[in-house]
């Protein structure tokens, strides 16, 4: 367990880090959430980027529910 708050707030974060960054995840063929996403490749999900400035143009899904850039 942890002892306050923040050691938990620590926790969690490094948790959340591991999830999104390092851990595969089955449901994306075996790559990691921030993978998908930074590829805006896969996972079935639109993933649609309204704060870039490099003037990417978003994603849609095709028939197989993997994401394409457009």
């Keep these: 367990g942890y002892s306050n708050a923040m050691e938990l707030m ?3 974060a490094e948790y959340f880090v591991f999830y ?3 851990r595969p995840h ?3 063929r075996n790559r990691t959430p921030a ?3 930074d590829t805006a490749n896969g996972g079935g999900a ?3 980027d309204k704060f ?3 003037g990417a143009t ?3 899904c095709e ?3 993997q994401a394409s850039l457009n």
Excluded: F, M, T, W
């Design 52 to 54: 870039s400035k490099n």
């Design 26 to 28: 089955q449901s994306l």
């Design 46 to 48: 639109r993933i649609v």
């Design 20 to 22: 999104n960054d390092e």
């Design 35 to 37: 993978g998908v996403y």
């Design 63 to 65: 028939k197989d529910g």
């Design 58 to 60: 978003p994603c849609s």
């Design 10 to 12: 620590i926790g969690l």
